[in-house]
């Protein structure tokens, strides 16, 4: 049941995007007669390209165009020589996957100067005369892979690896003539410059791997360890063709499934090692949203029509190169982090790539189920009751939580009860146990407090109810299973946008003579996850902290994440400070909101960057406005049909797939605490001005009139 309503759901999330990008992009009949469109690929080598030029040409023929298919096999003066001649055959538009981002500028000039349309597909045309590029975010893709590994070496917060015993590090970057490369790489440095500043890890090599070919990679990886005499603790390579062939290398000298190593794509082998243990982490780029989004857009400019969704970014910044002039219109679509905890979720439920495929040569007792095999269980005689416990109706996600829950519950043949506790950490455990007097058979608790509601849990437990503790945990190993988005993630994702709103790393204006000061403001100290937000937040910006980059200035609690409270806080600390504050690390949108009308009334909202999560409606608002920085979406439309999932799979004795078990100790902090926590954690994703549109109103997730309310008529984006 829990893959089929995953399966469910991102169906739908796949319609709605299509949706709107028919909407937006014009996706009815095709120009009179059969227009010519031509798709240029740098090679067919490359895993992924071949079923994408099959989806593309599909997609294109169903919208009425003729479709030429060339590949250039690597050859940069091919490629060329095919562009002019699609264009002699007289191509009206061109989807272009360049081998050399300089080198097809040449052709692509002249077929612009034709008047045929260009989409540079995933990989950008060093020209401002591409129609637009399309892609994903492939600095995220380089901080994910970077993470992952570091992660896998207990970084930051490990007691191995010092200034005295650094992890030694080696970096594969993919095509030095692919400009991707370079993007995954900033982002790969991001996450990696301030361990490597504070002595941490050791870059012990450094190479490129041209036409992100494996064999070449294997080649430079056995030199590596040739001259490192195998001592190497990590390998950042940066994708999963190239992983694979360091692999082999790693594998002839025993170090596979020992030596950390990252990739992206999740091809089938990628997803393939991480099941086996060897690969560590891939970064899943879902290439069916970005070829109907290129098609869309190809269709649309064609038609003459506007592309939604568009940032227009100089090339200078694209390539990093100040000689080049002129803008391009970009399209970014997110990535997912993928390991061995989540690969069969995101990789094999969803469809991307073939089980069979991704678990070939694992053990039979070691197989998950085939996605959908498992038989429909029959309905219960009687509806069986199943209990919501909420801290509070207050916090703007729980009460639309609560009526979701409750639908997917009563779908699925349950009766529901829901109780709401008001921030009253005594009657909530009344309530609990009031559920459990009525014959609650399951409950799903959103705790106030972690260690107040253990009381009436261990009861609730022993008299046979299945517990889930929703997105906070509970200090018990006794709960059945703890759900909640990936809340150290949440913390660094929200540091990393306050730093990189303050140029950080790289910014010649904070230095240790002239550190920037900066206010941390923690959730409720009651909330477990305010804890893990705070654990994020201290990995990205502790190594600022001991090179001297940045002070902490302040740094307070806010008491059930009340707005009110958090103003106050900053008013206090505004005083004491004299106004001299440059940036707010704060731990949700409420807070974050709370503290910027202290801000604004020193004049200095939307001047001091600040963060937050839960993507509310007032804080994406705030963004739009240019005052509160960053937040982090945590799509709750998944965490519900998870959890529901999860509990019919307890009420009925089926084993929870995707599921982590955890010590009590390490989720907390506590070394008093004893046992275990079954835990699924979900993705999150940073939002900014520059994609608050695409993921948090072309999704649904907040509506555009909320998002976009007190915003000038003409500086408003089309409704999706």
């Avoid at 004049?603 to 960053?630: F, H, R």
């Amino acid at each position: 049941m829990k893959r089929t309503l995953a399966r469910i759901f991102m169906l739908i999330t796949v319609l709605v995007m299509l949706t709107a990008g028919l909407s937006a992009c014009g996706g009815g009949a095709a120009p009179e007669g059969k227009v010519k469109v031509g798709l240029s690929f740098s090679d067919f080598a490359t895993e992924r390209w071949k079923p994408e030029s099959e989806l593309l040409t599909k997609l294109l023929e169903e919208k009425g165009y003729e479709v030429l298919v060339q590949e250039a096999a690597h050859d940069v003066k091919l490629q060329n020589d095919q562009i002019d001649n699609m264009v002699a055959q007289g191509v009206k538009g061109l989807i272009i996957v360049a081998e050399d981002g300089e080198a097809a500028v040449t052709s692509v000039d002249k077929a612009v100067a034709a008047g045929v349309k260009v989409i540079a597909y995933d990989r950008p045309i060093k020209t401002d005369k591409v129609s637009a590029y399309l892609t994903f975010d492939n600095t995220e893709v380089g901080r994910q892979e970077a993470l992952g590994v570091m992660t896998a070496l207990g970084l930051p917060g490990s007691t191995t690896w010092t200034a005295d015993n650094p992890a030694k590090v080696v970096l594969s970057g993919g095509s030095p003539t692919d400009n991707n490369a370079h993007l995954v790489r900033n982002g790969q440095m991001e996450v990696i410059q301030p361990y490597i500043d504070s002595g941490v890890i050791k870059v012990v090599a450094d190479f490129w791997v041209e036409n992100w070919d494996p064999a070449k990679a294997l080649a430079q990886m056995e030199n590596t360890l040739t001259a490192q005499q195998n001592a190497i603790d990590a390998v950042i390579a940066s994708n999963d063709g190239t992983a694979l062939g360091e692999l082999t290398a790693l594998k002839a000298q025993g170090l596979a499934g020992k030596v950390p190593i990252s990739g992206q794509d999740a091809t089938a082998d990628g997803a393939n090692s991480i099941v086996k243990g060897e690969q560590t982490v891939t970064v899943y780029k879902d290439f069916r949203l970005l070829a109907p989004k290129s098609v869309d857009t190809l269709d649309a400019l064609i038609k003459g029509e506007a592309i939604e969704g568009v940032q227009t970014i100089p090339l200078k910044t694209l390539f990093g190169d100040e000689a080049l002039t002129g803008d391009m219109a970009c399209v970014f679509l997110p990535v997912v982090q993928v390991t061995k905890d989540n690969v069969y979720e995101e990789i094999v439920v969803s469809g991307f790539q073939p089980y069979e495929a991704v678990y070939r040569d694992i053990p039979a007792d070691m197989l998950p189920p085939k996605p959908g095999e498992e038989a429909a269980e029959p309905a219960a005689a009687e509806p069986i009751l199943i209990g919501l416990s909420f801290s509070d109706f207050a916090t703007e996600r729980w009460k639309p939580e609560s009526e979701l829950l409750t639908a997917a519950l009563e779908e699925l043949g349950y009766k529901v009860v829901v109780q709401e506790a008001a921030h009253d950490v005594k009657l909530q455990n009344d309530q609990i146990d009031n559920m459990v007097a009525q014959g609650a058979k399951g409950l799903i608790i959103i705790a106030e407090d972690g260690d107040a509601v253990v009381t009436s849990v261990d009861k609730a437990v022993a008299a046979g109810v299945k517990v889930i503790a929703y997105d906070r945990l509970i200090k018990t190993a006794n709960v059945s299973a703890y759900l909640t988005f990936d809340n150290t993630e949440v913390g660094r994702q929200e540091a990393l946008g306050v730093m990189t709103a303050l140029g950080l790393p790289g910014s010649t204006t904070w230095t240790a003579d002239n550190p920037a000061k900066v206010v941390l403001s923690g959730g409720s100290p009651t909330d477990n996850n305010a804890h893990l937000v705070r654990n994020g937040q201290m990995e990205v910006i502790q190594p600022y902290i001991d090179s001297g980059v940045i002070k902490v200035v302040a740094d307070f609690w806010v008491e059930n994440w009340d707005p009110a409270k958090a103003l106050a806080q900053m008013e206090n600390t505004l005083t004491a400070n004299q106004n001299k504050i440059d940036a707010v690390i704060a731990s949700n949108d409420g807070t974050a909101l709370g503290e910027l009308t202290a801000l604004k009334a020193q004049g200095l909202a939307g001047i001091v960057p600040i963060s937050g999560q839960d993507a509310t409606a007032d804080g994406a608002n705030s963004i739009v406005k240019g005052e509160q920085t960053v937040t982090v979406y945590k799509d709750f439309r998944l965490l519900v049909p998870q959890s529901v999932a999860t509990m019919d799979a307890l009420i009925k004795g089926k084993a929870i797939e995707g599921v982590q078990n955890i010590a009590l100790s390490v989720l907390t902090g506590d070394d008093a605490l004893a046992g275990d926590m079954a835990c699924v954690f979900l993705p999150v994703v940073q939002v900014t001005k520059d994609n608050v549109y695409e993921e948090i109103v072309v999704s649904g997730f907040q509506p555009y009139d909320l998002v976009y309310r007190d915003i000038p008529a003409d500086q408003l984006p089309p409704k999706p």
